[in-house]
């Protein structure tokens, strides 16, 4: 699962299982492999050497058990429906806890460095932006991510030496992976619905998650870009533009992240809004902001520079895709 997740065989390094994996006899446990699938892409890059190990236990690890020092829980977090949605919630099996180290090659990180770690837009260093994502988040969502699965997260790290990242999660056991019956049909209907969408997002790790569990659900094409003027490029070739060629794109809807370089989300939506009212877009373009901040004057604002809905990270793609559905049917008519 974790090979096929994370396109394994594209990735320089190595993947091993412990012998506390091997010992309890692992086989199937259920847990998101999209979430587990994010916070071990936001620790790798395609430059480095990585090794993955991978361990269990029934008992909730300790720091000796995962070897770095662990971060406590924050106990701040915003009690949101879509935020505390765990698949921990309601076990079915016996609990199993999943640790998972990944050890790189790449420059370490010195004490100062590490402290800056996992907190929202914070860079330990100009070198952190390029190996692990940008505008911070990347490392905070992690954390995020692991937490919302009843686990922790930290990080051992030497200077010039490279560093060790580590989690747990808690998973349960079961006995035959579970798979929804109207699959295919469900897809059928989304493709019908999905012709292309747009994900507008900085980080390349979170574009490429989003990219690929949005194919998986049967969305027909999925477009990305890397901050607000690339979409607007690609909105000046579709069928909501007013001058376009015969090639024309069927967007159907795009999901906007508010924190980008060269153009943000805000100003993004604001622009496109304008060309509707100029009607240089002929019909009202969908569009669902995705944001980190979960402030009321944050999803605000958002609402006010013309995003039709909000979402806040971390979020599962199953839980946006009717929301994406529903906005997208809204709009369908209204030529």
């Given at each position: 699962?974790?090979?096929?997740?994370?396109?394994?065989?594209?990735?320089?390094?190595?993947?091993?299982?412990?012998?506390?994996?091997?010992?309890?006899?692992?086989?199937?446990?259920?847990?998101?492999?999209?979430?587990?699938?994010?916070?071990?892409?936001?620790?790798?890059?395609?430059?480095?050497h990585?090794?993955?190990?991978?361990?269990?236990?029934?008992?909730?690890?300790?720091?000796?058990?995962?070897?770095?020092?662990?971060?406590?829980?924050?106990g701040?977090?915003?009690?949101?429906?879509?935020r505390?949605?765990?698949?921990?919630?309601?076990?079915i099996?016996?609990?199993?806890?999943l640790?998972?180290?990944?050890?790189?090659?790449?420059?370490?990180?010195?004490?100062?460095?590490?402290?800056?770690?996992?907190?929202?837009?914070?860079?330990?260093?100009?070198?952190?932006?390029?190996?692990?994502?940008?505008?911070?988040?990347?490392?905070?969502?992690?954390?995020e991510?692991?937490?919302?699965?009843?686990?922790?997260?930290?990080?051992?790290?030497?200077?010039?030496?490279?560093s060790?990242?580590?989690?747990?999660?808690?998973?349960?056991?079961?006995?035959?992976?579970?798979?929804?019956?109207?699959?295919?049909?469900?897809?059928?209907?989304?493709?019908?619905?999905?012709?292309?969408?747009?994900?507008?997002?900085?980080?390349?790790?979170?574009?490429?998650?989003?990219?690929?569990?949005?194919?998986?659900?049967?969305?027909?094409?999925?477009?990305?870009?890397?901050?607000?003027?690339?979409?607007?490029?690609?909105?000046?070739?579709?069928?909501?533009?007013?001058?376009?060629?015969?090639?024309?794109?069927?967007?159907?809807?795009?999901l906007?992240?508010?924190?980008?370089?060269?153009?943000d989300?805000?100003?993004?939506?604001?622009?496109?809004?304008?060309?509707?009212?100029?009607?240089?877009?002929?019909r009202?373009?969908p569009?669902?902001?995705?944001?980190?901040?979960?402030?009321v004057?944050?999803?605000?604002?958002?609402?006010?520079?013309?995003?039709?809905?909000?979402?806040?990270?971390?979020?599962?793609?199953?839980?946006?895709?009717?929301?994406?559905?529903?906005?997208v049917?809204?709009?369908?008519?209204?030529?």
């Open positions: 699962m974790v090979k096929a997740e994370l396109d394994y065989d594209k990735i320089q390094g190595s993947m091993a299982l412990q012998p506390s994996y091997t010992d309890l006899a692992v086989d199937n446990v259920l847990l998101d492999p999209g979430r587990l699938a994010q916070i071990i892409l936001n620790f790798m890059t395609n430059k480095r990585i090794v993955i190990s991978i361990g269990a236990s029934r008992t909730q690890p300790s720091a000796d058990d995962c070897e770095v020092t662990l971060i406590e829980p924050r701040e977090r915003v009690e949101t429906a879509a505390r949605l765990s698949i921990t919630e309601d076990p099996g016996e609990d199993i806890y640790i998972f180290s990944v050890r790189d090659t790449g420059c370490g990180l010195t004490e100062t460095e590490m402290g800056h770690l996992f907190h929202r837009f914070s860079q330990a260093s100009p070198k952190t932006y390029k190996q692990y994502g940008g505008s911070g988040l990347g490392l905070f969502i992690s954390r991510l692991v937490e919302l699965q009843g686990g922790q997260i930290g990080v051992h790290s030497e200077h010039g030496k490279g060790t990242f580590a989690f747990y999660i808690k998973t349960a056991r079961v006995e035959i992976p579970v798979e929804p019956p109207t699959a295919e049909l469900a897809q059928t209907s989304i493709s019908d619905h999905m012709r292309v969408v747009d994900v507008v997002e900085d980080n390349a790790i979170n574009q490429k998650i989003l990219a690929q569990q949005l194919r998986k659900t049967g969305c027909a094409k999925v477009h990305v870009a890397d901050h607000g003027q690339d979409a607007l490029e690609l909105l000046s070739t579709t069928t909501f533009f007013k001058y376009v060629g015969i090639d024309q794109v069927p967007l159907s809807v795009i906007l992240d508010v924190e980008m370089p060269i153009m989300g805000l100003t993004c939506a604001r622009r496109i809004r304008e060309l509707e009212q100029k009607h240089e877009i002929v009202h373009v569009i669902i902001g995705i944001t980190a901040n979960a402030r004057e944050q999803i605000a604002a958002c609402i006010e520079a013309g995003m039709d809905e909000v979402v806040t990270k971390p979020f599962r793609v199953m839980d946006l895709l009717p929301r994406m559905l529903a906005l049917d809204k709009h369908a008519s209204v030529v």
